[in-house]
């Protein structure tokens, strides 16, 4: 099994593109998650789904947007990137809402820098 | 939110020798978990604790959920566990504390 597949792993972009991040999970979880770390500080949460067909907002969702068209993918949107946007994302998934049996298992990271 | 503050930000160790990791959260929580992220920006799961104590090898890890803390112990520490260690609490809305950059010395 592959897990969690993010594409691209790196990305440089100027001021105001656009670009997607994709998300695969082959585990067949309902709950994906898209999180981003910024240096010296532990992950944050952007957006979730919890099925198929749903979003919501984490802690630090503005300038990006979600979908969840499949089950298996989660995509994250920068509509506009600017230069406080450059991070690290990761993505994860879980079977339920997490627990002892159901952790959220994380992809290698997306390295995304904006000039 | 929820306030999730580790300590120490930064360890070094020798090769052997044994550490704990400290994980203070400014409110009750019904999830904790305790993550390892290596050299190379993976994210390991080490434990799921929201209270009590658990054993992983040479890993170990108690959380008071009534004093708002965790503790993670690594004994006999190795140069593989070099990296950062998170701890994170909440369920889906998961809060992740700073971390505590851990160096192990051969």
């Known amino acids: 099994n592959a897990g969690v597949t993010q594409t691209p792993k790196f990305r440089v972009l100027k001021t105001g593109q656009s670009m997607t991040l994709l998300c695969a999970q082959d585990?067949?979880?309902?709950?994906m998650y898209w999180y981003r770390q910024d240096p010296g500080m532990g992950l944050r949460l952007i957006h979730y789904?919890?099925?198929?067909?749903?979003?919501a907002k984490g802690e630090v969702p503005d300038g990006y947007n979600v979908s969840r068209l499949k089950k298996q993918n989660f995509l994250l949107g920068l509509e506009s990137a600017a230069p406080s946007q450059t991070s690290v994302y990761f993505c994860?998934?879980?079977?339920?809402?997490?627990?002892?049996?159901?952790?959220?298992?994380f992809g290698d990271g997306t390295r995304l820098s904006i000039l | 939110g929820i306030q999730v503050e580790q300590s120490p930000p930064d360890l070094i160790l020798q090769e052997g020798a044994n550490s704990t990791l400290r994980c203070n959260f400014s409110?009750?929580?019904?999830?904790l978990q305790w993550f390892h992220q290596n050299p190379w920006g993976q994210l390991i799961n080490l434990f799921y604790?929201?209270?009590g104590t658990k054993q992983n090898g040479r890993l170990s890890a108690t959380t008071v959920a009534t004093e708002r803390y965790s503790l993670l112990y690594i004994s006999s520490s190795q140069t593989t566990d070099s990296g950062v260690y998170f701890c994170?609490?909440?369920?889906?809305?998961?809060?992740f504390g700073a971390g505590t950059r851990l160096t192990v010395k051969p």
């Open positions: 994860a998934s879980s079977f339920n809402h997490g627990g002892p049996n159901q952790p959220q298992h």
């Open positions: 585990m067949n979880h309902e709950y």
């Open positions: 789904s919890v099925g198929e067909g749903t979003t």
């Open positions: 409110d009750s929580v019904n999830n």
């Open positions: 604790i929201p209270s």
């Open positions: 994170a609490v909440g369920i889906v809305d998961m809060r």
